[in-house]
């Protein structure tokens, strides 16, 4: 069983940013590709950011694209997700899912097989 541990959340204002961190107890390589969802409340989880190991193909969701950033450290153990201009709309619990699958440049689905943390919560307000 694959073990993902999330950091990083917090309680910040709007314009802030955070830096997320998923430490995988495998290799992120090990998967096909890893990424982070998130869930507010009243809502279903959604894809955030997905990265493909293959080839670094990385998807976003439109809302996030240009203020969030995904990556991974060089031991490829560790993803990250750099959250820029953070908008009350982001207030949700974050989780990172080791082997989903990227579709395109801003999708990332979820599989029978995929592996989640236990999540961190975000909250944006003033």
């Known amino acids: 069983q694959v073990q993902l541990v999330e950091s990083g959340g917090g309680l910040v204002q709007p314009g802030d940013s955070l830096r997320l961190s998923c430490a995988a107890s495998v290799g992120t390589l090990d998967f096909n590709a890893i990424g982070w969802f998130r869930r507010a409340p009243g809502k279903q989880r959604e894809p955030v950011s997905c990265?493909?190991?293959?080839?670094?193909?990385?998807s976003y969701r439109d809302s996030v694209r240009g203020r969030f950033h995904i990556s991974r450290d060089s031991t490829k153990s560790t993803v990250f997700l750099q959250m820029n201009n953070l908008k009350p709309e982001d207030t949700a619990v974050y989780y990172c899912?080791?082997?989903?699958?990227?579709?395109?440049?801003?999708?990332?689905?979820?599989?029978?097989?995929?592996?989640w943390g236990q999540g961190t919560q975000v909250t944006v307000s003033s």
């Open positions: 990265i493909q190991n293959s080839d670094g193909a990385t």
């Open positions: 899912a080791a082997e989903v699958r990227v579709v395109g440049d801003s999708g990332c689905v979820y599989l029978l097989t995929t592996n």
